[in-house]
């Protein structure tokens, strides 16, 4: 993922940090890293969907 994110294999879940310590320009970049994650996902969201409704209309 990036610099600022830590992921916990065995739950699969991302730590909180603590934003206080970050500048601004930290902020800017994490937000636009979030961004972009949050994209991938909807995009994961849209493919598995996609393949949910291709396979319930197989099984009609």
Do not use: C, H, P, W
């Not at 636009?32 to 994650?37: D, F, N, R």
Request: a negative charge; zero cysteines.
């Amino acid at each position: 993922m990036s610099d600022f994110l830590e992921y916990e294999k065995d739950t699969k879940t991302i730590k909180s940090i603590n934003l206080e310590d970050f500048s601004i320009e930290d902020l800017e970049e994490y937000v636009g890293e979030l961004t972009k994650e949050l994209e991938r996902a909807m995009k994961e969201i849209e493919k598995k969907a996609k393949i949910q409704y291709e396979a319930k209309k197989l099984f009609k």
